[in-house]
């Protein structure tokens, strides 16, 4: 009988504590789900969208010179758009002339559209091109000789009335 007595107290200790354990787990779980939820929503609410700050807004004019803030998005856009689609004479248009071109520690000038078009790949490196396409806007630094792209690799600015690229650095670190 002994035997069995112990037996019987082994068995409802078991099922007191799976009985205490049941609601815990579906607490955690519940718990869980809201966890899942606050982190899909932050998620979704952390991707910025890709604009100037206000802060970037005022330097563009106060600072690097341009009319509006318009004027520069809009110039910058269709550069992008131009680079993207490989359209050379689109972004000869956006150039700046003469436009530098620094590479390997050499300086080289494009006088002027022509050139510039016929040198087009050896000036729009991949690198280039990359800087330009994943460049975000609010994270543009700009300054009094205008806004850079990237770490440096292109620089635009307002020249002779117009914005324009006027710098290109295609090696700027090993």
Known sequence: MMKNT???????TSVMALSLTIPALSSVSAQANTTTKSISTQATTKT???????????????IAGFDNVK???GFYNNLRRSVAKNDKEAVANR?????????????RKILNKKQFI???D????????????????DKLFI??????????EMWIAMLDHKPG???INQKLHD
């Open 6 to 12: 112990k037996t019987i107290k082994i068995m409802l």
């Open 48 to 62: 910025k969208v890709d604009k100037l700050t206000p802060e970037q807004e005022k330097s563009l004019v106060d």
């Open 71 to 73: 004027q520069f998005t």
């Open 95 to 107: 150039i700046s002339y003469p436009l530098s071109v620094y590479s390997n520690n050499h300086q």
């Open 118 to 120: 016929a040198e087009y």
């Open 122 to 137: 050896t000036i729009m490196t991949a690198k280039t091109k990359k800087a330009l396409a994943d460049q975000r806007l």
């Open 143 to 152: 300054r009094d000789q205008g806004v850079m792209v990237g770490s440096g």
């Open 165 to 167: 690229v006027y710098t």
